[in-house]
């Protein structure tokens, strides 16, 4: 078990400058060219792997081309064109809804407000924050994603479980320059060395701040269960 800093800030800024230094060139994984590609595939990857959702859109942004293409397509044409993807039938409907959407209120343009964005189908806070911050340069938050809701417990940063609080929570504590490579950071963190089952504790450049290292902790405070 490591021994974490003397507050949560202090523990947040160390896990950013360690893991900025482990994955300089964190960043998203999702392909896209433009920002009604980046919302579509943000929506694909809810509980989907991006490198699946990257196989499947390569085709289908060769497809649709815009707005009208998705809100025009029959749904059962596009969730066929979708259909690697978890809930594919699902997402085909947020898809076409969204785009409709954005082209009755928004003149055909991917909105650019927290309040526009999570008015759309299919699209919470997460989804909107990416659309955000790779889309628009916005960043109003921290993007918490499975990693990062597993990362921040384990470390110590929070104990919250929802991730709209652990949002609020990183908020307070990681400096704002860091919100958006926080998540980065936390999700090649999390697929490499800190993964869900088997963490490789002895090869974390964290193990001496984790309160949950297992060398001798008992409990993985993401779960809060016995390792
Ligand atoms: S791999 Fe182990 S030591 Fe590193 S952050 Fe995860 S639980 Fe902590």
């Not at 806070?125 to 417990?153: C, F, M, P, W, Y």
């Amino acid at each position: 078990m490591g021994t974490p800093r003397e507050s949560t800030q202090a523990q947040a800024e160390t896990v950013v400058d360690r893991l900025k230094e482990e994955y300089p060139d964190s960043t998203i994984s999702l392909r896209y060219s433009n920002r009604l590609e980046l919302l579509i595939a943000v929506i694909l990857s809810a509980q989907c792997t991006d490198e699946r959702v990257n196989e499947e859109t390569a085709d289908l942004f060769e497809k649709y081309d815009g707005p009208e293409d998705y809100a025009n397509a029959p749904q059962d044409e596009l969730a066929e064109d979708l259909n690697s993807i978890t809930y594919y039938n699902s997402k085909a409907e947020y898809i076409r809804n969204s785009c409709q959407t954005i082209l009755e209120d928004h003149d055909g343009e991917v909105p650019d407000t927290m309040a526009e964005l999570t008015e759309l189908s299919g699209v919470g806070r997460k989804t909107a924050n990416v659309v955000l911050q790779h889309g628009h340069d916005i960043v109003e938050g921290v993007v918490v994603d499975t990693h990062v809701q597993r990362l921040s417990r384990r470390l110590g940063l929070t104990e919250e479980k929802r991730p709209e609080r652990i949002e609020e929570a990183l908020i307070d504590i990681v400096p704002e320059e860091h919100w958006q490579q926080f998540t980065h950071l936390c999700i090649d963190h999390g697929r490499a060395v800190c993964t869900a089952r088997n963490p490789d504790c002895d090869g974390c450049v964290l193990a001496d701040i984790c309160p949950s290292e297992r060398g001798d902790s008992e409990v993985d405070l993401a779960s809060g269960e016995p390792w």
